[in-house]
């Protein structure tokens, strides 16, 4: 059984700070890698998709893998009120886009 | 507006009543899904379609139809529903690596 493993938190983190959330997962041939948002009583969005090796950065968002780890994570940096939601990873089932195994998310709380 | 909308999004129904939950997307995506949400588990995926009249199972396909006679369309049909059905269910289309979700159709099971 694949597997895509988060913390539930919730994690609560003072406003200005960096937020690390982090997510582990059981299949080695996985390929790419995504992060949605989940606002309370929304559906997700895509925020971050990662596919290599390293850090990728988009604004104060940066995404890391470390595929023999089998580890990846999202840092948000200079957290905002607004920033307080549930993030999800997600991870294609054996390496292809057509099933997605979803972690249970993390939920983030920025607090003025 | 690109969107992918859900019908209803509330519905009470009672054990072994047959429902069926609307999906439509207008982006002309070829790629369509529906998963589930519950608690503690996060989104887990139900069935999916690739393309008009090819569908597959997901994790959770127990308990559940669906059908893609059209590109658009994508209805989730629940032959005889269950409590342990009651739950979020969120229908997506995707282009590229990127999933578009509905709003989500809140079910409950008496």
């Known amino acids: 059984q694949k597997e895509v493993e988060q913390n539930s938190g919730p994690l609560s983190v003072p406003e200005g700070a960096i937020a690390s959330l982090n997510c582990t997962y059981s299949d080695r041939v996985s390929q790419s890698f995504f992060w949605y948002r989940q606002y309370s009583g929304k559906s997700p969005e895509l925020i971050m998709s990662?596919?290599?090796?390293g850090d990728k950065e988009d604004g104060r968002f940066t995404a890391q893998l470390n595929k023999a780890s089998q580890y990846v994570s999202l840092l948000i940096r200079d957290s905002q009120p607004s920033d307080s939601a549930t993030y999800l990873c997600a991870v294609p089932y054996s390496g292809g886009y057509n099933k997605l195994i979803f972690g249970a998310g993390t939920r983030l709380a920025v607090h003025p | 507006e690109a969107q992918v909308t859900q019908n209803p999004r509330y519905l009470i129904t009672v054990t072994g009543k047959k429902l069926t939950v609307t999906c439509s997307q207008n982006m002309n995506h070829e790629y369509m899904s529906w998963y589930r949400q519950d608690p503690g588990l996060g989104l887990r995926q139900i069935y999916y379609s690739m393309n008009v009249e090819v569908t597959d199972k997901g994790d959770v396909p127990e308990g559940y139809k669906v059908s893609r006679k059209e590109k658009r369309n994508f209805p989730l049909i629940l032959e005889s529903p269950s409590p342990n059905q009651t739950s979020l269910y969120f229908c997506?289309?995707?282009?590229?690596?990127?999933?578009?979700f509905g709003p989500g159709t809140r079910l409950l099971v008496l």
């Open positions: 990662i596919y290599s090796n």
């Open positions: 997506a289309s995707k282009s590229g690596e990127t999933q578009y």
